[in-house]
T-cell receptor, first 117, second 111 residues
């Protein structure tokens, strides 16, 4: 089945530093990837849609200059949290859409736990 | 605006005690209703996609059904390993491929 990986799985950083999270589709090509954020006991909230070779589309209320997204290839999207603050601490999850799949399905990565001190 | 409401928030079942989880939705132009399973600290695992009212899909002890207003995830004779949070999400005709998630139902199956 389709596999999506994320790296790192956990990261702890100091306030003011930047953190990069990678999302890779391992056995399929993804022209579109999505970045979600999940706070404790809450559901997934879409942050942005990442399109290969073009600019990301951000949801209302998500700062594009703070959450930088790069979708440089059909198998890799990165999310950089710039100048991270404690309120950015959350569980970040990416998903990827298999562009060749007949049925519409998004496959999710295992998530990245970010803790900003 | 899309609304996805899941109930109950939490459900505790004894092993073998069948039940159903509900997902009520309001969406402009449904382009798919999705069920995922999420274990603590993990990403969601895909279960089913339903596209039209009357559609049903099954996988092991799980069966998903869809009407014009809601979807049910039926769990038959659950086992402790079925304990997880079950998430429902919808895609509408205006959102591209992005999904709008409900808050989930946390299921605990005790031996």
């Amino acid at each position: 089945g389709a596999v999506v990986s994320q790296h790192p799985s956990r990261v702890i950083c100091k306030s003011g530093t930047s953190v990069k999270i990678e999302c890779r589709s391992l056995d399929f090509q993804a022209t579109t990837m999505f970045w979600y954020r999940q706070f404790p006991k809450q559901s997934l909230m879409l942050m942005a849609t990442s399109n290969e070779g073009s600019k990301a589309t951000y949801e209302q209320g998500v700062e594009k200059d703070k959450f930088l997204i790069n979708h440089a290839s059909l198998t890799l999207s990165t999310l950089t949290v710039t100048s991270a603050h404690p309120e950015d601490s959350s569980f970040y999850i990416c998903s990827a859409r298999d562009r060749m799949a007949v049925q519409e399905t998004q496959y999710f990565g295992p998530g990245t736990r970010l803790l900003v001190l | 605006e899309d609304q996805v409401t899941q109930s109950p928030e939490a459900l505790r079942l004894q092993e073998g005690e069948s039940s159903s989880l509900n997902c009520s939705y309001t969406v402009s132009g449904l382009r798919g209703l999705f069920w995922y399973r999420q274990d603590p600290g993990k990403g969601p695992e895909f279960l089913f996609t339903l596209y039209s009212a009357g559609e049903e899909k099954e996988k092991e002890r799980l069966k998903a059904t869809l009407t014009k207003k809601e979807s049910f995830l039926h769990i038959t004779a659950p086992k402790p390993e079925d304990s997880a949070t079950y998430l429902c999400a919808v895609r509408n005709s205006n959102s591209g491929y992005a999904l709008n998630f409900g808050k989930g139902t946390s299921l605990l199956v005790t031996p």
